[in-house]
């Protein structure tokens, strides 16, 4: 059973530009949950989805980024018109359910250029 | 707001000695407290949980307390190994979203020969 698979590992945008990073939760998993970590900081709470539903986006700014779970296929964290601010490593993890243990992927390491 | 904190400064200890790590929180009493282990460029390992109405927990070498009236949660980590050099993190959850994660900024732990 392969853990949870983010990719891509590493990303260089330049301002402006689209980031798509994508999320393949453990299997049997229907929960995920992504978590941004800037430079020396801890990680916070951006957005938790189940299949084809937002749940939680409290953590997520109000613009340019987005996020989706479809019914078939990876959970995409989109960022728009990216800036030199949003260079983050961002984390996905996934669950069971919500009341079960949550593991994480080895995170996307986005650089705005 | 509902902070958790941890000492931001690593803390160096000798090989075979207990590693004791601190999370401070403020306002209400979360309803779980987990601690996770991070390594450079890696995703969060999760360690333990503990529950509100549990006062102690633990797993091999590792052990977790949690004390609501010092509004604290103590990490140890008897025996400790170089191995054991990481960040540990703590994050506390709301009852009502259990993997939605309030982290603290970790501690970083440097076991020496």
């Known amino acids: 059973n392969a853990g949870v698979m983010q990719n891509p590992r590493h990303l260089v945008r330049r301002r402006g530009q689209e980031a798509r990073l994508r999320c393949s939760p453990m299997?049997?998993?229907?929960?995920v949950y992504w978590y941004r970590q800037l430079p020396e900081e801890g990680l916070k709470f951006m957005v938790y989805l189940q299949k084809e539903n937002i749940i939680d986006e409290s953590g997520m700014p109000k613009e340019r980024f987005s996020a989706e779970f479809p019914k078939e296929g990876p959970s995409i964290l989109r960022i728009q018109q990216v800036v030199r601010g949003d260079s983050a490593a961002y984390f996905c993890?996934?669950?069971?359910?919500?009341?079960?243990?949550?593991?994480f992927g080895q995170g996307t390491r986005l650089t705005v250029v | 707001s509902q902070k958790i904190e941890q000492n931001s400064e690593a803390l160096n200890i000798q090989e075979g000695k207990t590693a004791t790590l601190t999370c401070n929180y403020t306002n209400y009493s979360p309803a779980y407290l987990q601690w996770y282990r991070q390594d450079p460029g890696r995703g969060p390992v999760f360690l333990l949980l503990?529950?509100?109405?549990?006062k102690e927990k633990r797993k091999e070498r590792l052990k977790v307390t949690f004390d609501t009236t010092l509004k604290q949660s103590l990490f140890h980590i008897t025996a400790s190994q170089p191995a054991d050099s990481a960040t540990y993190l703590c994050a506390r959850s709301p009852q009502d979203n259990f993997n939605k994660f309030y982290f603290g900024s970790g501690t970083k732990l440097n076991v020496k020969p």
């Open positions: 503990i529950r509100e109405n549990e």
């Open positions: 299997k049997g998993h229907s929960h």
């Open positions: 993890a996934s669950s069971r359910g919500e009341g079960d243990e949550a593991f």
